[in-house]
């Protein structure tokens, strides 16, 4: 049953994309999959700093506001100094976001949820008063499209940049002591306090990290609508959690499938791009989004229940003795 | 109130914290603006406080079992169009009705999803949330629904002995909620397993049932608020009250803010309802002050903030400032 | 002479406990030291004190020859000193190199993890230990005694020259106990100090150099495990002024209430049969890990057997859930209040009236405010619960009182079976002596109670016959004439094993 959880996502993934193709063969025209590839790349950035977040043990609800002010950042500051310096302006803007949010969670602590709300609300708001509530265009910047229909290397830049984001992030998970410390902490946070792990900093280090990844959204975001203003990315957050949670990765934190993520990623797109060479409305892309990650942890949800003769609980109750158990108490 | 232990004082000025927020914010607006004063305004506010408040009922139950819903932002764009949709054909009343029981039913859902499923209530709610969704966009189209009847639409603008309807149905929700809450077998074992699930299931507590039934009256306060809100705006369409970060989030805030803790065991309604209020009131009072509508959304995050880290700051200016801290829990 | 570890005059208490009393100890270099009591003798708390959990309330610690006072269990680790505790502090979806060295990371320079140094240095260390375990495995998938090695290994990786182990056989098969042996041969080879808590009188005599007896939080008793036996071991252990402030009654003892039937749960306790009469009390008695308190949640539904009956009145039951176990009239009484008994957050007019409220609703189902608060009363006048009143936070009441307040739930569901899993633990003296009144009233009702404890005085005093469990099976049936310390002892530690009947 494990294989479910180790390449479930896989096959889901060809099954559906097998289904579209029946129906409709040019959906797997090398052309319309690097389509769908480069339409998942906002989501599938943010995903992967989602991963390293839920990994953790949290995961980070304001990303979607980052996002927008990104492209409020973008919008105002390239006419001044142009796109490099205007992207690497942004860059350290979300940074910033990214430590609020971590100092809040690790000094102030304030439970994760309500805090990235908070902070969503916040950064929202600073990126409209940024610019005073109107839209900032981008249309006098050709440069900046680079971010989505420049090539580099003959790929579209959009898809490079999830590649690179991805691997980084990958070296990070698995060849860093920085990413052990996160699997660490996600898996019994206790144990790694008292392993001497330096628990706040790292977690002030995942939600800049989740700050970053929703920079880049924001850069190939912004670049396809040309536009800044703050109502931007609304629905990022709760979509980069739903690709971390079908592509594996558990809410409890300590196992992050990074490769799942993309693909669940690439997975949610092909739905919508699917559904819309079908001349279907969108909104049945949401109806699949919801189905599927509801099924896909029943069928997990269900594992665990068939898999144990007694009642999760029963578990929990007749287990190894507690600590309290051996106390002299 | 004092009593034994020094302890005691300190918590509670921090149960009544939100209401003295309240109390306090309410007198300097009332003091520095002649127009938050009027009788108008003051009633203005209590009606914007109930189409959050509603639903914040609903919500306060579930945070106190321990679980929370994402979904009733979408679920509430889906009850709100299908009311409107509904009505030419069914008439006010059978609407209404059926409503109700939908809302209770599409709860309830979520309830088994959780229950028997054991699909943590985070992404079982997430999941609903995209299905209601599309269904609201599926729904006649997607195209925002225009109300004709005009007693309903009075239902929300009205006034009743001039208190308006929507706070007249928010009070009678909290009352019912508290009533739900305190006196019955039903809230003390949504209490219980907020408290400790493994405690409540040696005690012979039903899980199963009880957090069926609380999700299904976050449904059911959500279709109340649906019916408050479409009224109010004469239509309903898929994305409304989805600003500002999102209808469940606004909900949740509220809850958390007047003290119930995410972690579940204890809350109160009569807290949520004054939380409700605050906000309504900071939103009033911002207006009045023509404070910028984007200044307002900044204000508004800071403070929230501030109300979720009381904890955390109390916890800081402990170790820097010498309190007698009878709260050791080993 | 230097010692590793030099403690004197220790004092500990908590809240309404003293659990540790001018505990004065040397351990020399090298040792192995055993460490044996009841449960409550204080062991766990002054390993605790050792290992840096919490400080002690007075006295000194010095290793080798410095003084310490820790406060956190990381400078106990920078000190040298480990301790492995029953419940393990790993991380599950980590692998088992990955866990060893999660503090110290093995890196190339630039920070990159060596994954080779990794499995290389977690190889070494297991080889040290004498036991092959692949380094890539995640905690999660091995065996408790597999965790275990991994703990011990980190304690090596730590380079500590101290080891405490607490109760580390307590979940092992005898093969897993054999390479435990191997493996603290292979620690004191390396010249490494090792404290071990145990119950198992054949382990003190396998392993240690010399063996201390706690009781009642004092040292009764530091020994020379050569010079010494079993039965001047136990007797240090539970011989104590008989100060029994319970006058024990039978009470008249009727039909068979409770019955079990080859009841097997596979690994944790097997084909265990018995009854239990209208108003007998019956001790169920044993170690930690003997299977007492797995058979008790049997019974009242928590944990499913695999084989087996039981029977109440004679009808056979199937009971799943504790709400079946209720409805037969079935009541039950954790061993953790904490974690499975009390509602901290509510009231104790709550906490008393929660298993029965569906029962004091009016017709519109509400709750019936006076009906409520007279069950309350009456239980707190029953149980001489002291508290501040009914809306007091159950959190706020004494060890002895919340305990009251549970059985008073476990009471007012009129049950005609009363399982109680160590009713007294965390109880100080007064509430104690209450209890066991209150125990012989309800027998004297004709409610059959089944008394599982390791407590040995209290199981002693209270019941009228005891039955008594070693690995899962019975190992002894003492009638009351027949019960004394050294018997249960003798069949709780193996040594003695009752005929198969």
Same mark, same amino acid.
């Given at each position: ?16 994309? #097998? ?201 190939? *975001? ?46 949610? /797109? ?19 989004? #919801? ?15 068939? #898999? ?22 | ?5 020094? *302890? ?17 914010? !309410? ?25 959050? &408040? ?38 006010? /009343? ?47 189209? *997607? ?14 603008? #009205? ?59 976050? &449904? ?37 803010? &007047? ?25 009033? *009072? ?45 | ?32 030291? +055993? ?5 409550? +003798? ?13 400080? !002690? ?333 009914? +809306? ?7 060890? &002895? ?41 309800? !027998?004297?009702?004709?409610? !059959? ?53």
């Amino acid at each position: 049953m494990k294989i479910w959880e180790r390449y479930g996502i896989f096959f889901l993934f060809l099954v559906i994309l #097998g289904a579209f193709a029946l129906m409709i063969p040019r959906i797997v025209s090398p052309n319309n999959l690097l389509n769908i590839l480069v339409q998942s790349s906002i989501v599938s950035i943010a995903a992967a700093g989602m991963t390293l977040a839920i990994t953790s043990g949290g995961f980070d609800l304001s990303v979607g506001a980052i996002y927008a002010l990104v492209s409020c950042v973008l919008g105002k500051v390239i006419p001044v100094v142009g796109l490099t310096l205007g992207v690497f302006t942004a860059l350290m803007v979300s940074m910033i976001c990214g430590v609020f949010n971590g100092l809040i969670i690790t000094k102030l602590r304030v439970q994760t949820f309500v805090a990235t709300l908070a902070t969503m609300i916040i950064f929202r708001g600073v990126a409209f008063i940024y610019t005073g509530g109107r839209d900032v265009e981008l249309y006098g910047l050709p440069a900046i499209k680079v971010f989505t229909t420049g090539r580099f290397l003959g790929l579209p830049v959009p898809l490079l940049m999830t590649l690179i984001v991805f691997a980084l992030v990958y070296f990070l998970y698995h060849h860093t002591p920085l990413g052990l410390h996160i699997r660490a902490i996600g898996s019994n946070e206790p144990a790694a306090v008292t392993s001497g792990i330096r628990v706040d900093r790292i977690k002030i280090a995942v939600f800049v990290f989740t700050a970053i990844t929703a920079c880049f959204s924001g850069l190939i *975001g912004t670049a396809q609508l040309l536009t800044g203003n703050g109502r931007l990315g609304t629905d990022l957050a709760l979509q980069a959690i739903a690709a971390v949670i079908l592509g594996g990765t558990s809410l409890a934190g300590g196992r992050g499938r990074l490769l799942g993520t993309l693909v669940a990623s690439i997975l949610l /797109a092909t739905i919508g791009n699917g559904l819309n060479l079908l001349g279907v409305s969108a909104a049945y892309q949401d109806l699949s989004t #919801g189905i599927i990650l509801i099924v896909a942890l029943a069928v997990e949800g269900l594992r665990q229940i068939l #898999g144990r003769r007694e009642s999760f609980s029963a578990k929990a109750v007749a287990g190894i003795k507690s600590q309290e158990a051996s106390d002299a108490q | 109130m004092r009593s034994n232990e020094s *302890g005691r004082v300190r918590i509670d000025l921090r149960d009544r914290g939100i209401l003295i927020a309240l109390v306090l914010l !309410a007198v300097v607006l009332a003091l520095i603006n002649h127009d938050f004063r009027k009788p108008v305004n003051m009633l203005n506010i209590l009606r914007e406080a109930s189409f959050e &408040g509603t639903a914040a009922v609903g919500m306060t139950l579930c945070i106190i079992s321990g679980a929370f819903d994402l979904s009733i932002g979408s679920l509430l764009a889906l009850l709100g169009m299908v009311t409107i949709g509904e009505m030419h054909a069914l008439g006010l /009343a059978p609407t209404i009705l059926a409503i109700l029981v939908l809302g209770f039913a599409a709860g309830s859902l979520n309830g088994i999803l959780v229950s028997y499923l054991r699909i943590p209530a985070f992404i079982t709610t997430l999941g609903m949330m995209y299905v209601y969704k599309a269904l609201a966009q599926i729904y006649h189209g *997607g195209v925002p629904q225009v109300a004709t009847n005009a007693i309903f639409t009075k239902i929300g603008s #009205g006034l009743f002995l001039g208190v308006p309807i929507p706070f007249i149905v928010f009070a009678t929700c909290a009352v019912i909620g508290t009533v739900i809450l305190r006196r019955t077998p039903l809230g003390r074992y949504i209490q219980a397993i907020g408290n400790s699930e493994k405690a409540s299931l040696v005690a012979g507590v039903k899980l199963n049932r009880t957090r069926i039934i609380t999700f299904g009256l976050v &449904g059911l306060a959500t279709a109340i608020a649906a019916i408050l809100i479409s009224s109010r705006m004469w239509s309903a369409n898929s994305t409304m009250k989805s600003g500002n970060g999102g209808y469940e989030f606004n909900v949740i805030a509220a809850v958390v803010l &007047g003290g119930t803790s995410l972690a579940g065991g204890k809350g109160s309604i009569f807290k949520t309802v004054v939380a409700a209020v605050f906000i309504a009131v900071l939103k009033n *009072g911002m207006n009045l002050l023509r404070i910028e509508p984007y200044w307002q959304y900044v204000v508004t995050g800071i403070i929230l903030l501030i109300a979720f880290s009381m904890n955390g700051l109390r916890a800081m200016l402990g170790r820097i400032l010498p309190f007698r801290d009878t709260q050791r829990v080993i | 002479m230097s010692y590793a570890i030099e403690i004197k005059g220790v004092y500990k208490s908590f809240p309404g406990v003293q659990a540790l009393t001018d505990i004065s100890l040397n351990v020399a270099k090298g040792e192995i030291h +055993a460490v044996v009591g009841e449960n409550g +003798a204080g062991k766990s708390t002054l390993m605790k004190i050792l290992g840096g959990l919490y400080p !002690a309330d007075a006295g000194t610690i010095l290793l080798e020859g410095r003084e310490i006072a820790f406060h956190s269990v990381r400078e106990a680790i920078a000190a040298g000193v480990s301790v492995i505790y029953q419940e393990f502090n790993l991380m599950p979806d980590l692998s088992v190199a990955e866990n060893i060295l999660v503090s110290q990371p093995p890196v190339y320079r630039r920070g990159i993890l060596s994954k080779r140094a990794l499995v290389e240095r977690t190889r070494s260390l297991l080889d040290q230990l004498g036991i092959a375990l692949d380094p890539g495995i995640l905690i999660e998938e091995l065996s408790v005694s597999e965790r275990q090695v991994v703990e011990i290994a980190k304690a090596l990786s730590f380079e500590s020259g101290i080891i405490i182990m607490d109760e580390p056989t307590a979940a092992l098969s005898s093969k897993e106990v054999e390479r435990l042996y191997a493996i603290i041969a292979a620690l004191k080879a390396k010249g490494k100090t090792i404290l071990y808590i145990t119950h198992r009188l054949k382990e003190i005599f396998d392993l240690s150099d010399r063996v201390t007896v706690l009781r009642d939080g004092k040292l009764v008793a530091t020994l020379t495990t050569a010079e010494t036996d079993e039965d001047t071991i136990v007797r240090h252990m539970v011989g104590r002024d008989k100060a029994s402030f319970y006058h024990y009654e039978p009470a008249p003892q009727r039909e068979v209430l409770l019955e079990l039937k080859g009841l097997t749960k596979d690994g944790y306790f097997e084909d265990v049969s018995f009854t239990v009469r209208s108003g007998e009390i019956l001790g169920l008695a044993g170690l930690i890990g003997c299977g007492r308190d797995e058979l008790a949640k049997a019974v009242y539904g928590l944990l499913a057997p695999d084989r087996g009956e039981i029977l109440i009145s004679g009808h056979r039951v199937r009971i799943r859930r504790p709400q079946d176990a209720l409805r037969h009239g079935i009541a039950f009484l954790a061993e953790d209040r904490k974690e499975f008994g009390i509602f901290a957050e509510m009231n104790v007019k709550e906490n008393l009236t929660l298993t029965i409220i569906n029962r004091l609703k009016h017709l519109f189902g509400f709750i019936q405010t006076r009906a409520e608060h007279e069950t309350f009363r009456r239980y707190v006048d029953l149980m001489q619960i002291r508290c501040a009143g009914a +809306a007091q936070r159950v959190m706020d009441l004494s060890g &002895g009182n919340q305990q009251k307040v549970m059985l008073g739930r476990a009471l007012a569901t009129d049950c005609r079976v009363l399982l109680l899993l160590e009713p007294t633990r965390g109880v100080d003296v007064g509430a104690k002596s209450e209890i066991y009144t209150l125990l012989h009233q309800l !027998a004297k009702k004709g409610i !059959a109670i089944l008394l599982a404890s390791s407590d040995l005085p209290e199981i002693l005093s209270v019941c009228d016959r005891t039955v008594v469990l070693w690995q899962g099976r019975i190992t002894g049936r003492l009638s009351k004439a027949g019960m004394d310390e050294n018997a249960v002892m003798r069949c709780a530690t193996g040594i003695h094993v009752e005929a198969a009947s």
